[in-house]
């Protein structure tokens, strides 16, 4: 055996085979691919094969036609079988949320560059010779792109396109051992030997939580059971051999495609099985199914047969209960490992046959260039840190199967599996009507239910019990003083006599004086948007950064890896591990008589920093503000918590104190104009695109990415990021539909709200630049309608800054 190769691949499956065929294509072959049996013996041979582009993101459209295009031309392109059906999908829908979604669906494809678009049931009915509507179809969505494909086929002709070009597939040679070497390096044990690797790509599948374990790492992929039925042949589909859409009914909770002169009946009508829950999958596990499950199917026979009549003339050939890989939000696990380097997972991929193409992809840009084309956040893996436990990632993915099909609402507050991570202040809160949700482990409040507005759990696109609630919360910050808990705000400390010019190199910007704090972001190498951290200097030598809560993992990463030997100290984390937000007018009133520190706006002005004492407690005080308020950010050891809540509280009663959540405060920075990662700003947007560019200095010497910055400024960016109101009432404005003017696309939106304090409904977004000038009209896409719209500066609630510099 060659005992040294650059890549190792682990898993041969779809996922695995794209991985080693996308390097190859990018000229990496010192390469080799190891499976534990036969290529496919995981849940590929098994799979349905449907190749959807459908989704609710654009990263999902993306994933789904970067598969179809890269599959339709693969057979010849390699030169091996493969049977391939480009069908398209029709999607019905049997209620007006439905078609609400589908209308939304529609701007979001729309607004990515693709066709999907809405039929009536009309145009269904003459699509499909074998399945007609009733009166309980009210329209429906046509996916134009779906079709169907031989997983096992495709995945041959993968491993052939890799070892043609030069990459080694190593069948029947389990892992059975994963270490990293002093020098940084991986070596991988096998039953045949060792190999040593500078680079180790989990994709295992369902056996991907077991292969991290091996190389002491953790992530939450389980392993779900999911059947499905094809009929016995029919002569009515002998007869017609014309190919037809495959048809997803959402409500009824199934899918029906052609397989040859059958049926292939699929269903998501039941709750998630767990398999392996307690010892995860078996070690000889391979080419296998789990008993049938015959009720699942029957569930919904009779109802599809209602739609597709020749159903009732089918026996069943066989049944195909089979693992299918899972993490916890039903999203891949696709990047780079948490505190490993050169290790990355492309696992827990629930659809694995349309996916696998954009995970090849991803992965050879990632080992190639150093990032993406497209902002894989919603993918990477670090998203979840050990608190993602394997009961919890059972409980929530098991949710998620449940849920498949379900009308993905916005504001779904999903409860499996929690609470897991709390501050000391979870039980107060809750007793003072919190509505508590999920952000990266942690509970959060993310409104506060009253007698007036109770938590009914009632979801829709239009209007929800929290509205209400949250429009109160925003007014009481206006008017007079609002307190969040923020826990599990991502902190990092930094320290040493390098740790000033160790920042200087990280960060685009100028680093703030000591007792100041400047907002920076951090840029990719191709001078994209990695992330953003509020910078707080508590000294010459001290900083500490607060960044996204979703992030802590992934950022903690970048910073480490640009750390140099010596001279700096970096920490997840910092002593005062709690933050209290007091927002409001009145915030100064509140904090004055509880803290001998002077917090005039002349000695505690705007975006400064100082280590004083609140109610006998040390803090970390930040005069910074998110909702566009007076107020400060409390940073304390949550031990003291409680007491300092109390405190706060007991002192703002005379000022009609009241508490505030996640919603209002994403409200209020929409009014405010302040970007959100994750939502606004990413690894696709220059500072350019986002009008941040003033939070640069490309003059103050060497950092990561300022080449790239220099060559944008010499060139006029593609996107410019735009505030909108809109006109009309409607329904609150989601990401990613469209923006247009005279009909065309010209952008699309990235956040929107209800705004309290304005009075008026506003959109954030992107427009091509030069597309929309201030104060002219266009146009917005939202849940199918069309809504006249207005550009105005992105800052709708206070412009000029008056109420935060008082």
């Given at each position: 055996?060659?005992?040294h ?18 390097l ?6 010192d ?18 094969g449907n190749i ?25 392109k ?70 169907d494909?031989?997983p096992?086929?495709?995945t041959?002709?993968?491993?052939k ?7 080694q ?13 002093p ?30 374990e ?27 051999p ?21 049926f292939l ?12 829950p307690?010892?995860g ?18 569930e ?6 209602a ?13 195909v ?7 916890p939000?039903?999203?891949?696990l ?5 505190g ?39 993918w ?15 409980a ?30 979870y ?13 990266g ?33 925003c ?13 599990g ?20 910007g100028a ?22 951290a ?23 990463d ?6 140099p ?11 005062k ?12 009133d509140v904090l ?10 002349a ?6 920093v ?5 109610a ?31 405190a ?11 508490q505030?959540g ?28 986002a ?27 593609e996107?410019?990021w ?23 696309v ?35 896409s ?20 008056a109420?935060?510099l008082?």
């Amino acid at each position: 055996m060659n005992t040294h190769k650059r890549v190792i691949v682990i898993g041969g499956g779809a996922v695995g085979c794209s991985i080693l065929y996308h390097l190859a294509l990018a000229g990496v072959t010192d390469t080799v691919l190891l499976e534990r049996n036969e290529l496919t013996s995981g849940s590929t041979w098994h799979a349905a094969g449907n190749i959807p582009t459908y989704a609710t993101s654009w990263l999902g459209m993306r994933a789904g036609n970067y598969g179809w295009r890269l599959y339709k031309d693969l057979a010849d392109k390699v030169d091996s079988p493969i049977t391939y059906r480009h069908t398209g999908a029709l999607w019905p829908a049997h209620t007006p949320e439905r078609m609400d979604l589908f209308g939304h669906i529609e701007g979001v494809a729309q607004s990515a560059g693709f066709d999907l678009h809405m039929l009536s049931p009309g145009e269904m009915d003459a699509m499909h010779p074998f399945w007609s509507p009733d009166d309980t179809v009210l329209g429906g969505i046509m996916d134009p792109y779906e079709g169907d494909i031989d997983p096992s086929q495709l995945t041959q002709a993968l491993a052939k396109g890799a070892r043609d070009l030069g990459a080694q597939i190593r069948r029947f040679t389990p892992v059975t051992g994963i270490t990293r070497k002093p020098s940084g390096e991986w070596e991988v044990s096998t039953a045949d030997g060792c190999i040593t690797a500078e680079i180790v790509i989990n994709a295992a599948g369902f056996y991907g939580a077991k292969v991290a374990e091996m190389a002491g790492l953790q992530t939450p992929v389980v392993t779900l059971e999911h059947q499905y039925l094809v009929t016995e042949p029919l002569a009515a589909l002998e007869e017609h051999p014309d190919l037809f859409p495959l048809v997803r009914d959402p409500d009824i909770r199934f899918y029906l495609r052609r397989e040859r002169n059958a049926f292939l009946l699929g269903s998501y009508a039941h709750a998630g099985r767990p398999a392996w829950p307690d010892s995860g999958p078996p070690d000889d596990f391979a080419h296998q199914l789990f008993p049938d499950s015959v009720e699942d199917i029957l569930e919904v026979l009779e109802d599809t047969i209602a739609h597709v009549p020749l159903l009732a003339q089918a026996g069943a050939q066989r049944f195909v209960n089979g693992p299918i890989a899972y993490a916890p939000d039903a999203l891949p696990l696709v990047g780079p490992a948490s505190g490993a380097p050169n290790f990355y997972h492309a696992t827990g991929v629930q659809i694995g046959i349309t996916h696998s193409a954009a995970i090849g992809k991803a992965m050879a840009e990632w080992i190639t260039e150093g990032e993406t084309e497209w902002d894989l956040a919603a993918w990477d893996p670090r998203r979840f840190g050990d608190w993602a436990t394997p009961d919890y990632a059972h409980a929530r993915a098991s949710e998620h199967y449940d849920l498949q099909y379900a009308i993905p609402y916005p504001h779904r507050n999903m409860a499996s599996g929690r609470p897991l991570q709390r501050t000391l202040l979870y039980d107060q809160l809750k007793q003072t009507g919190a509505v508590m949700g999920q952000i990266g482990g942690w509970e959060r409040a993310f409104w506060f239910e009253t007698d007036e507005t109770p938590a009914t759990g009632e979801l829709s696109f239009h209007e929800e019990p929290w509205h209400a609630a949250v429009r109160n919360e925003c007014l009481t910050v206006a008017q007079s003083v609002g307190v969040m808990d923020h826990g599990g705000f991502t902190k990092f400390t930094v320290e040493g006599p390098g740790a000033e010019a160790y920042l200087d190199h990280v960060f685009c910007g100028a680093m703030p004086r000591p007792g100041r704090i400047k907002l920076g972001y951090m840029l990719t190498p191709k001078g994209r948007i990695w992330s953003e951290a509020t910078i707080a200097r508590l000294s010459d030598d001290r900083f500490l950064l607060c960044g996204p809560t979703l992030a802590n993992l992934r950022d903690f990463d970048w910073l480490n890896a640009a750390l140099p030997s010596e001279g700096v100290a970096l920490s997840m984390g910092h002593p005062k591990d709690g933050c209290l937000m007091v927002m409001g007018p009145r915030s100064r009133d509140v904090l004055a008589p509880l803290s001998e520190a002077d917090l005039s706006a002349a000695a505690a002005p705007w975006m400064s920093v100082a280590e004083i004492r609140v109610a006998g407690i040390d803090v970390i005080a930040m005069r910074v503000s998110y909702v566009g308020e007076l107020g400060w950010e409390l940073h304390a050891s949550s031990a003291n918590l409680s007491a300092l809540y109390r405190a706060i509280m007991d002192q703002g009663a005379k000022f009609g104190i009241g508490q505030f959540g996640s919603y209002a405060l994403n409200a209020m920075r929409i009014e405010k104009g302040y970007h959100g990662w994750g939502s606004d700003i990413g690894t696709e947007y220059t500072l350019f695109d986002a009008g941040l560019q003033s939070f640069a200095r490309p003059r103050k010497g060497a950092f990561q990415g300022r080449e790239a910055l220099l060559d944008q400024t010499a060139e006029a960016c593609e996107w410019e990021w735009v505030g909108l109101e809109i006109a009309a009432t409607s329904p609150l404005p989601l990401a990613s539909e469209s923006i247009l003017k005279n009909r065309t696309v010209i952008g699309y939106i990235t956040s929107g709200t209800y705004g309290a304090r304005t009075g008026r409904t506003l959109a954030l977004g992107y427009v091509h630049r030069g597309a929309l000038a201030m104060g002219e009209d266009c146009d917005v896409s939202i849940l199918g309608e069309g809504f006249g719209a207005k550009r105005h500066p992105t800052a709708q609630y206070d412009p000029e800054n008056a109420r935060l510099l008082r």
